[in-house]
T-cell receptor, first 116, second 113 residues
């Protein structure tokens, strides 16, 4: 099956710093990747849709200047949490869509961010 | 509003039994339906997808789709304790020229030994 990796898997940072999370599709090309956030015991929440070579589309209520998304290639999208604060602590998960006709999304393993 | 509804559970079944997980969706234009499994603290993993009315089987898993009733279900035969997880139903909606997945809140399944 399709494999999506994320790096880092876990990060702890001080308030005010920026954190970059990478999402890679390892064995397929993904023109579209998605970024989700999940708080403990809560549902997955879509943050933004990332299309290769164009600006990301953010969901309502998600600050595009705080969560910077770059999708520079068909296999890599990055999410940068700028000036992170404790309330940004969450589980960030990316997914990549396989365009072989099924529109299936494959998820990365997630990045657990803790902001002190 | 486009919605995907699931009972939150937990659904408790004994080992070896059949677990039945249900999902309804509001958008009649929905074309693709997915079931994901999410273990606590982990990201979702794809179990299977279904597009056409009827049943689709993959090992111990069977997805059932009824577009007229806007209903999709997942049956797990011979349930094992390792099947204990949250099961997410996702529906692929078409908007603005691209697809997004709308997730239900998930049903927690507990399989007791």
């Amino acid at each position: 099956g399709a494999v999506v990796s994320q790096h880092p898997s876990r990060v702890i940072c001080k308030s005010g710093t920026s954190v970059k999370i990478e999402c890679r599709s390892l064995d397929f090309q993904a023109t579209t990747m998605f970024w989700y956030r999940q708080f403990p015991k809560k549902s997955l929440m879509l943050m933004a849709t990332s299309n290769e070579g164009s600006k990301a589309t953010y969901e309502q209520g998600v600050e595009k200047d705080k969560f910077l998304i770059n999708h520079a290639s068909l296999t890599l999208s990055t999410l940068t949490v700028t000036s992170a604060h404790p309330e940004d602590s969450s589980f960030y998960i990316c997914s990549a869509r396989d365009w072989t006709g099924t529109d299936t999304q494959y998820f990365g393993p997630g990045t657990r961010l803790t902001v002190l | 509003q486009k919605e995907v509804e699931q009972n939150s559970g937990p659904l408790s079944v004994p080992e070896g039994a059949i677990a039945s997980l249900n999902c309804t969706y509001s958008d009649r234009g929905s074309q693709s339906f997915f079931w994901y499994r999410q273990y606590s603290g982990k990201s979702p993993e794809l179990i299977m997808f279904i597009y056409s009315n009827g049943d689709k089987e993959d090992g111990r898993f069977t997805a059932q789709l009824n577009k007229a009733s806007q209903y999709v279900s997942l049956l797990i035969r011979d349930s094992q304790p390792s099947d204990s997880a949250t099961y997410l139903c996702a529906v692929n909606l078409r908007a603005s020229g691209y697809s997004t997945l709308t997730f239900g809140k998930g049903t927690m399944l507990l399989v007791s030994p």
